[in-house]
Each structure stands twice: as structure tokens, then as C-alpha cells.
Nanobody
Framework: QVQLVESGGGLVQSGGSLRLSCAAS????????MSWYRQAPGKQRELVAI???????NYADAVKGRFIISRDHAKNMVYLQMNSLKPEDTAVYCC?????????WGQGTQVTVSS
């Protein structure tokens, strides 16, 4: 059974940091590109960061220089280190796995940044 389970969300003050984790199971993790998406109330879901199976990364302009995505192949884990958080980063953050036409989603974790 495929599972993507996010953790690490919470309430943080503006300028603070959080580290999100995504535990993956039920599929060949090493083959998949892993991403973090977010969706704020009343807004469309947007891609935050992606890391390929080989470790290459890409970021949304809004988070470049503040967020870092990483993965641990031995543990089947993906992380999102979020620094210098802003109120506009408030959203539900979801983990995504993609390989060819196969896509998996986690349930998400809430991140709230207070001003």
C-alpha cells in the first residue's frame, strides 16, 4: 500500500523555521521525483520545491534562498527545511511522488506563520 505521510507542520512566528518530513512507503522511492506543494485558503495549489531521483532540485521563486528540499534514499524520506518564514507561507503543505505517469499524494500538514 502506497503511503506518503507528512509531519512537522505547526504554528511559527514570522522569521522562524520549520522542517517538514515526508515518509514514503509502498513504492520504489529511488525512482521517483519528490516534491512539496502547498495550498493556501482560496488559492490554487502551487509547487514549492522538487528534487529528482538523482538529487537535482528546483524551487518556486517565492521560496528560493529560504527553503531547502532534500531526500534520504536509505530512509525513504523527503524533507523541506523552511527558513525565514513569512505569513504568506501559511498553507497546507503536501508531499508528492512522480514517476512517468504515476503520481502519489500525501494528506498534507498545516503550516501557519503568524506576523
Amino acid at each position: 500500500q502506497v503511503q506518503l505521510v507528512e509531519s512537522g507542520g505547526g504554528l511559527v512566528q514570522s522569521g522562524g523555521s520549520l522542517r517538514l518530513s515526508c515518509a514514503a512507503s509502498g513504492f520504489i522511492f529511488n525512482n521517483y521525483a519528490m516534491s512539496w506543494y502547498r495550498q493556501a485558503p482560496g488559492k490554487q495549489r502551487e509547487l514549492v520545491a522538487i528534487i529528482g531521483s538523482g538529487g537535482g532540485t528546483n524551487y518556486a521563486d517565492a521560496v528560493k534562498g529560504r527553503f531547502i528540499i532534500s531526500r534520504d534514499h536509505a530512509k525513504n524520506m523527503v524533507y523541506l527545511q523552511m527558513n525565514s518564514l513569512k505569513p504568506e507561507d501559511t498553507a497546507v503543505y503536501c508531499c508528492n511522488a512522480l514517476y512517468r505517469s504515476q503520481v502519489y499524494w500525501g494528506q498534507g500538514t498545516q503550516v501557519t506563520v503568524s506576523s
